[in-house]
């Protein structure tokens, strides 16, 4: 099992749509998480950290945390063609003396105007 | 936000030949940096971590011999790629934390290493 998973995607959603992506993660002691935004031939920007379960919403972003699941998903509200991206999941991880993040494939979301 | 740069943005060097990737934490001291790679439509994967002062932690199945890594202060992390062929090609991207365990990373530009 992969430590970390997302659908590949592509994912295309119609402008002003809400857009889901979900990844799951297999190491129940991790504590952080995070989603990036990845365009082409750039590198990733934060998009949304989370810690605790719930919803935490920024702007047109909302981030959901279940740990007893082991799911985290972000909802992209009034999608918007600039949010064309590839989205990276990424998981905090500990490993012997320090922790790591570990990234997901990243699904690719296609919003059409 | 943190800013980290990265140096040179674009290399393209001969096969045999080594280069030298430079990240910097321009506004804060990086406890923590990591080096990525990423091919073509893949995800970034990990290939080291580097603590100020001491050697680099290499994930499993990159060779620490090819790939050099120093970070000899708390603001300069510098990736030097050893012999370069042409399945070295790829996008580097460093990242680096101020927090222990690198849980907040800041992610450079980027480097686009062509060998031919």
């Known amino acids: 099992q992969k430590e970390v998973e997302q659908n590949s995607g592509p994912l295309s959603v119609p402008e002003g749509a809400i857009a889901s992506l979900n990844c799951t993660y297999s190491?129940?002691?991790?504590?952080?998480f995070f989603w990036y935004r990845q365009y082409s031939g750039k590198s990733p920007e934060l998009i949304m950290s989370?810690?605790?379960?719930g919803d935490k919403e920024d702007g047109r972003f909302t981030a959901q945390l279940n740990k007893a699941s082991q799911y985290v998903s972000l909802l992209i509200r009034d999608s918007q063609p600039s949010d064309s991206a590839t989205y990276l999941c990424?998981?905090?991880?500990?490993?012997?003396?320090?922790?790591?993040?570990?990234f997901g494939p990243g699904t690719s979301l296609s919003v059409i105007p | 936000g943190a800013v980290v740069s990265q140096h040179p943005s674009r290399v393209i060097c001969k096969s045999g030949t080594s280069v030298k990737i430079e990240c910097r934490s321009l506004?804060?001291?990086?406890?923590?940096m990591f080096w990525y790679r990423q091919f073509p439509k893949q995800s970034l994967m990990l290939m080291a971590t580097?603590?100020?002062?001491?050697?680099?932690?290499?994930e499993q199945g990159v060779e620490k011999d090819k790939f050099l890594i120093n970070h000899a202060s708390l603001t300069l992390s510098t990736l030097t790629v050893t012999s370069a062929h042409p399945e070295d090609s790829s996008f580097y991207i460093c990242?680096?934390?101020?927090?222990?365990?690198?849980?907040?990373?800041?992610f450079g530009p980027g480097t686009r290493l062509t060998v031919t």
């Open positions: 990242s680096a934390s101020d927090l222990a365990g690198g849980r907040r990373q800041y």
């Open positions: 190491d129940r002691v991790s504590q952080s």
């Open positions: 989370i810690y605790s379960n």
């Open positions: 990424a998981v905090n991880t500990q490993r012997t003396s320090y922790d790591k993040v570990i």
């Open positions: 506004d804060f001291q990086a406890t923590t």
């Open positions: 580097s603590n100020e002062g001491s050697k680099a932690t290499y």
